[in-house]
């Protein structure tokens, strides 16, 4: 069977003792990078054999680790930080293991997201989670897409392209629109800062570096956008 295991985002008491004792127990961890992840299981005291499972190598050993898994094998799927699957690798392991009849179990858990949602202060009855935004091409028909939603949108972006992202943000949705940007999340300097477009853009614009894992609220069009 497969396991999917959220880890801690920041601070590593945000694990479930279900989790850690799953992680102890089954035969194999699959981590998204085999470094990161040691630094959590040794805190733990946990010796599992770990094994990468990542953007670059998913696509050629999904099938195989399904065959081991066929065989008997128990294995875990673990991140970096957060939730498997969520903008992060797990999707194809789990379809795999559906398709196949393997049993699959997901362990609730931290995710950065829906802190970021809750301590914004904006509605929360309803929600869109985009994740990361493409780059490049289709970026701007997306965003134009997102501004039109009725309702809560929440996207990740990284700490050096914050300040263009919240430009482009408050272009497509209006300045005024609310916002919220929550960065460091769980750990000692987290913050949590929600502002128009235009405060948080001049607020994040004026400061040199800056740094964490960035989450972006945003306010929806509201009930005529919801009618239309």
């Not at 499972?53 to 680790?65: K, P, V």
């Not at 957060?82 to 789990?94: E, K, N, R």
């Not at 559906?98 to 929360?124: H, K, N």
């Not at 997102?146 to 943000?169: D, N, V």
């Amino acid at each position: 069977m497969l396991y999917l295991i959220p880890t801690p985002i920041g601070n590593l008491e945000d694990i479930t003792l279900r989790a850690l004792r799953i992680l102890k127990e089954v035969d194999i961890i699959l981590a998204e990078d085999t470094r990161t992840s040691k630094k959590l299981l040794v805190h733990y005291e946990i010796d599992t054999p770990l094994r990468a499972y990542h953007a670059h190598n998913e696509h050629a050993i999904t099938s195989g680790l399904a065959d081991q898994m066929e065989q008997g094998a128990v294995m875990a799927l673990i991140s970096d930080a957060g939730m498997p699957g969520i903008s992060d690798p797990g999707f194809l392991l789990a379809r795999e293991c559906v398709r196949r009849g393997i049993r699959v179990e997901c362990l609730p858990g931290a995710t950065a997201f829906v802190p970021a949602l809750i301590a914004s202060g904006l509605p929360s009855d309803k929600f869109f989670f985009e994740g990361f935004l493409p780059h490049k091409k289709g970026r701007q028909t997306r965003l134009a897409y997102l501004a039109s939603l009725p309702h809560t949108f929440i996207l990740y972006e990284s700490p050096h392209r914050l300040a263009k992202c919240l430009g482009q943000l408050a272009e497509a949705c209006g300045p005024s629109r609310q916002a919220c940007v929550a960065r460091e999340l769980t750990k000692l300097h987290e913050e949590v800062r929600t502002d128009s477009l235009e405060g948080l853009l001049e607020y994040f614009g004026a400061q040199d570096k800056v740094k964490g894992e960035i989450v972006i609220v945003v306010e929806g069009a509201g009930k005529k956008a919801e009618q239309e």
